[in-house]
């Protein structure tokens, strides 16, 4: 019997294990996670997990699904290198070291969080978020500070800084670049979210680099910026993720800022695929590979290899989306915006909400909603159907967002 067995224990690889039970994959599945607990919700980590004591695992799935799907999981369990010759795992587990065989292997090993650095994971006072025992972590101290310091003004850290600012906390944000999200949302955007962050509160400080920490016993206690000590009691350093590939590169796959796959998402061992957030994918939209830090890119991606996997080979040309709570504000983004993009501004029927629609020619190719659900739905729907609303009525909120 077929064994196929998954490395890794976020969201695509549980979709993975969820799909392949779907179709009834004739074979053996394993999955392998060196975190202990079952894969659990990513999102309400930098949310709700670390101001609310109460909160407990977010589990995407509970222990009974994959137990009646059949699933082997093995939990606190790390691989160590893969054997492609004799298609064999090298894992060390809670008893001892061990080997696993596979005939067909998935790797879904996510992304680590950028460190500074001065400051590995484990430094006191300095705080990283990227598992559910590092939002513990953050939680409890949190709980004690007054002061906090984001460095880097990404998704995570102003996820984190509005949280923080809910929990009545004094906190300043250093991003290095001249507007927030530089690399991901449009200007229209980062100015709304800029003056939002703003209005509640947050000292956010663009096109500023920290010089340094300062530490005291062996423990950060702020930052200098100019010369000038900006001191804290919590210090969250959200600069960025890089992909999860040193398995990879070890085994002499492809990587290039990812795990590099083709369009069905099989690495360069055609034993070997590769999914989620650790992965350099091609995209019949885009010229260049791209490589998402998404949910449901993750899931896509899980759907599209289990029907692989079952014999129903298909090309991922799945539409990005993401979405963004950041206090008051709802972000939600379908396609990818880029410099050269016509936009149109969209306000929003109600409230100070708005939608900025983004096109090449007359092709609809990207839409950024603020606190505008009902547009950005109706815009998805067309987008991924490969239509595109005309770009001479959108901008008049009173007339529906349809097909041109």
């Known amino acids: 019997m077929t064994r196929l067995v998954i490395v890794g224990g976020g969201h695509a690889a549980s979709q993975l294990a ?4 779907e179709k009834r994959f004739p074979g053996q599945v394993a999955l392998i996670s060196d975190e202990v607990h079952l894969p659990y919700h990513r999102p309400p980590l930098s949310k709700t997990l670390i101001k609310d004591p109460e909160a407990v695992l977010p589990e995407l799935r509970g222990a009974a699904f994959y137990e009646q799907a059949g699933i082997e999981l093995r939990l606190g369990t790390r691989v160590q290198g893969i054997d492609r010759a004799r298609k064999v795992l090298r894992l060390v587990a809670p008893d001892g070291p061990r080997e696993l065989a596979y ?8 992304a680590k969080a950028r460190e500074l650095p001065q400051a590995p994971v484990g430094t006191p006072g300095v705080h990283y978020l990227r598992t559910y025992d590092q939002a513990q972590a953050l939680r409890d101290a949190l709980a004690q500070a007054r002061r906090i310091v984001v460095l880097g003004g990404g998704f995570i850290g102003l996820e984190i800084a509005a949280t923080a600012r809910q929990l009545g906390k004094e906190v300043t944000v250093f991003e290095a670049m001249p507007r927030l999200l ?3 949302v449009s200007p229209a955007v980062s100015d709304f979210l800029l003056a939002t962050h703003r209005g509640a509160g947050v000292d956010i400080r663009l096109g500023t680099m920290v010089d340094g920490l300062q530490m005291a016993q062996g423990r950060a206690t702020g930052v200098l910026v100019g010369g000038v000590s900006v001191p804290a009691d919590v210090i969250i350093a959200g600069i960025g993720a890089t992909p999860n590939v040193d398995l990879a590169r070890d085994a002499g796959l492809a990587c290039d800022d990812g795990i590099v796959v083709d369009a069905t998402l099989a690495t360069t061992d055609p034993d070997i695929s590769a999914i989620g957030d650790c992965v350099a994918f091609p995209h019949p939209d885009w010229p260049q590979r791209l490589r998402l830090e998404s949910v449901q890119n993750a899931n896509d991606q899980a759907k599209a ?11 991922y040309a799945a539409v ?9 504000a709802r972000l939600q983004i379908t396609g990818l915006w880029r410099p050269g993009c016509e936009s149109v ?3 929003a029927s109600r409230g100070n909400g708005f939608s900025v629609l983004h096109y090449e020619g007359t092709r609809l190719r990207a839409i950024e909603s603020v606190n505008s659900p009902v547009d950005h739905m109706a815009a998805r729907r067309l987008m991924q159907s490969g239509q595109s609303p ?15």
Do not use: N
């Open 305 to 315: 290899l289990a029907a692989r996997l079952c014999g129903e080979p298909q090309p």
């Open 345 to 347: 501004l969209r306000p």
């Open 390 to 404: 005309d770009k001479a009525v959108v901008g008049d909120p009173a007339r529906p967002i349809q097909a041109a």
């Open 182 to 184: 530089a690399r991901s």
């Open 18 to 21: 969820a799909s392949l039970a």
């Open 103 to 110: 005939d067909h292997l998935v790797l879904a090993t996510g």
């Open 320 to 328: 990005p989306w993401f979405w963004s709570d950041q206090g008051e």
